[in-house]
């Protein structure tokens, strides 16, 4: 029987890997929620359910706007940009981590309170591994929730504080959790950046003009409005910005820098830096290494749009095999469908991708995607490719086997729906029907960011892939949703 519409991912878009948040702040400039509303579309892969922005101008005070759905069709409304007035403004966009997953305008960032000495809005990009314990700890305190964000806990531990500045609040409450955080906050005066110590997620500042500056999570969203790029936040750094300058500290105990490896493979954007290196390039790289590691004899090297198309590229440029679109991508297609009634799924419609079948036919195809999570992408399209005719099909992917959840900041599914947490790559290959299937090795990724290799104290978290969680994922443990490797 048929169901009813519902808005759902759509058959490409199944319950895998969401990506994280996206942060961007302004101040310094007028309408700065203008800047912040171009900064956040330039972001909007990092999330795609929500989006927020919170303006001060003395006269009305704070103000916010949050939706569901894109930047684009919320913030560029004029009646709707006039309601955010002023030179200081940050925002957010999101997949959620935490709570009612996406479901609750309540959970939608930025978060805003009113402290004794003003008020204060948080976006954050990141997950917090111990939100469920502090939460507990707080309402039994008497803490009154009002989402079911993990967020929300930094402004309950922040009105617990008794310091006397905002962000002397925030580095008490900072020090309290666990997990990955960089947040962007702002004061009636002042816009705050802070990575967590081992900086998992990315945090970048830029300067408009001689008194403007701007926090986003990566340099594309500075691009987008033409802000100088300065310098990245540092790992357990809280810089305070306001119209006369930049202060920074080191508020927390240091720890080894572990930022996210999969930015590199597939959650920042291309054109973005990550420490100084294209993310294009490091991507191209990855391609390279893969042709070196695991060569196949065949006509064409064809990406899976967009994430797999620089390793692509750098897979036939080590291989010499010809560049091919041979899968072309609906450019039209949200992130967000109404889902086909069942007769429709059943007749196997093509949303996202399709094959390019005058070029696929006869041929032996490498296929190069960045990331195997559940596996629904890899066999859907190795079927299209096989009714397309191709003589062979070697799928390459650009990143180890995804084994293990992100459990800082990224949605990922349980462990036990993670195809390569059941399955060897053998079984996978089989259970893909393709003719060859081969993942980067772990080293091979590092090489690729520019290391030598994965060293003993490893430069990154690569926890999803290892299974070597840098931050215990507390709650989770707990709960019983995840069992750590015996050693982790
Ligand atoms: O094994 P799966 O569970 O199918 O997940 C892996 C796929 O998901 C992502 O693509 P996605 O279609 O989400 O986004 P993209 O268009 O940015 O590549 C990723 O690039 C892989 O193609
Ligand atoms: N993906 C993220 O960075 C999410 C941030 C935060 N944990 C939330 O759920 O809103
Ligand atoms: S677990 Fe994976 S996705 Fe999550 S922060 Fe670590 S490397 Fe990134
Ligand atoms: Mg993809």
């Known amino acids: 029987m048929d169901r009813e519409p519902t808005f759902l991912s759509h058959p490409f878009d199944d319950d895998k890997l969401r990506e994280e948040c996206g942060i961007f702040g302004a101040i310094g400039m007028p309408d700065a929620a203008n800047f912040v509303a171009l900064g956040l579309h330039a972001l909007q892969h990092r999330g795609q359910e929500a989006g927020g922005i919170v ?98 806990c930094i402004i309950h531990l922040m009105a617990r504080s008794m310091a006397r500045s905002i962000p002397e609040r925030m580095k008490d409450a900072l020090r309290l959790v666990e997990g990955a955080f960089s947040v962007i906050a702002m004061t009636r005066t002042k816009l705050i950046g802070v990575r967590d110590p081992r900086g998992v997620r990315p945090l970048m500042l830029g300067k408009v003009g001689e008194k403007g500056w701007v926090l986003a999570s990566e340099t594309c969203a500075l691009d987008i409005i033409g802000a100088e790029y300065v310098r990245e936040i540092e790992p357990g750094e809280m810089v305070i910005c306001t119209e006369g300058g930049i202060e920074s500290s080191h508020p927390f105990d240091k720890a080894k820098p572990k930022f996210c490896v999969f930015e590199h493979v597939y959650f920042s954007r291309p054109d973005s830096m990550i420490g100084g290196r294209s993310v294009y390039e490091t991507r191209r790289q990855i391609g390279v290494e893969l042709a070196r590691e695991a060569p196949v004899d065949a006509d064409l090297v064809c990406p899976v749009p967009d994430s797999g198309t620089p390793a692509a590229i750098g897979y036939s440029q080590e291989s010499g095999i010809p560049y091919a679109m041979g899968i072309i991508r609906n450019q039209y297609m949200g992130r967000t469908f109404i889902e086909p009634t069942t007769e429709i799924r059943n007749m196997g419609v093509r949303l996202k991708l399709n094959v390019n079948r005058a070029l696929i036919r006869g041929k032996r195809v490498i296929l190069v995607d960045d990331s195997v999570v559940r596996g629904t992408t890899s066999r859907k399209i190795k079927e299209m490719i096989l009714d397309a005719g191709a003589a062979e099909v070697h799928f390459r992917i650009a990143s180890p086997p995804t084994q293990w959840p992100c459990f800082y900041g990224v949605d990922t599914p349980d462990r036990e729906n993670l195809l390569a947490a059941t399955m060897t790559e053998d079984q996978m290959c089989a259970h893909l029907g393709v003719d060859s299937l081969k993942f980067i090795s772990l080293d091979g990724l590092y090489r690729a960011t520019g290391e030598k290799g994965r060293a003993k104290e490893p430069q990154y978290c690569d926890a999803c892939f290892s299974g070597d969680y840098p931050v215990k994922p507390s709650d989770m443990v707990a709960k019983g949703r995840i069992k750590l490797r015996e050693n982790a």
């Open 55 to 152: 303006s001060y101008q003395p006269e009305p005070g704070f103000s916010s706007v949050r939706r569901f759905g894109y930047v684009r069709d919320n913030f560029t409304n004029p009646s709707v940009m006039a309601q955010l007035p002023g030179k200081i403004a940050c925002g957010h966009v999101r997949y959620s981590t935490s709570g009612s997953k996406g479901a609750a305008i309540r959970d939608v960032q930025p978060l805003f309170a009113e402290f004794a000495m003003g008020g204060c809005a948080i976006a954050h990009n990141g997950n917090l591994t111990n939100a469920d314990a502090l939460k507990e700890s707080l309402i039994e305190r008497g803490s009154i929730f009002q989402s079911s964000s993990d967020t929300e």
